[in-house]
């Protein structure tokens, strides 16, 4: 808003300069999972009847891609190329913006989970899915799974926090890391 307003008023297109008072910034949040707190919360996932085919998707997404939530749950089965091993964050049509979406390869692990996926949702779907509908934000079922593994100050957001710091301990050049 502030940098609006700023560029408003140097075009001329406001005659007064209106101060904007920023927040104070918060803290740094660096919380990332142990291999063990990540079996964890997927086990929890797993448990919970109503989430048990997507939640545990969406944690697996989130820890071997470092995807943001939103590319996560907006990805189809169109932009994962099985055969070339590589999953495409950028749906047909999406405005480029500041939080640009990566092209990564398919990790290992998680290609097994995205063939079951694509087998019980067709083609065309959402990766993440219940019952065929686009999940809107898995935020309480997560939040219930972190709680039951018993995980304290772990948001969706940590899955991103946990597959830099892995990709980080694995000896991956940070460079590489960002591209992420």
Not at 29 to 53: I, M, N
Request: glycine letters at 6%; aromatic letters at 8%; charged letters at 30%.
């Amino acid at each position: 808003l502030k940098a609006a307003l700023n560029h408003a008023y140097m075009q001329r297109r406001m005659t007064l300069k209106i101060p904007v008072e920023l927040p104070k910034k918060t803290k740094e949040r660096t919380r990332y999972l142990t291999r063990s707190e990540a079996a964890k919360l997927f086990w929890e996932a797993r448990r919970q009847p109503e989430c048990r085919l997507h939640l545990p998707l969406f944690i697996l997404l989130g820890i071997y891609t470092g995807a943001r939530m939103g590319a996560i749950l907006e990805l189809r089965f169109t932009q994962i190329d099985f055969e070339a091993g590589k999953i495409d964050f950028n749906p047909p049509g999406r405005d480029e913006t500041d939080k640009g979406r990566a092209i990564i390869p398919i990790p290992r692990r998680l290609m097994f989970f995205l063939r079951k996926a694509k087998e019980r949702s067709g083609e065309l779907g959402f990766v993440v899915n219940r019952n065929g509908k686009q999940i809107k934000n898995p935020r309480r079922a997560f939040n219930t799974a972190a709680r039951r593994a018993g995980l304290v100050d772990v948001n969706r957001h940590t899955l991103r926090h946990t597959c830099a710091s892995w990709l980080v301990q694995n000896g991956v050049p940070l460079l590489d890391v960002a591209e992420y």
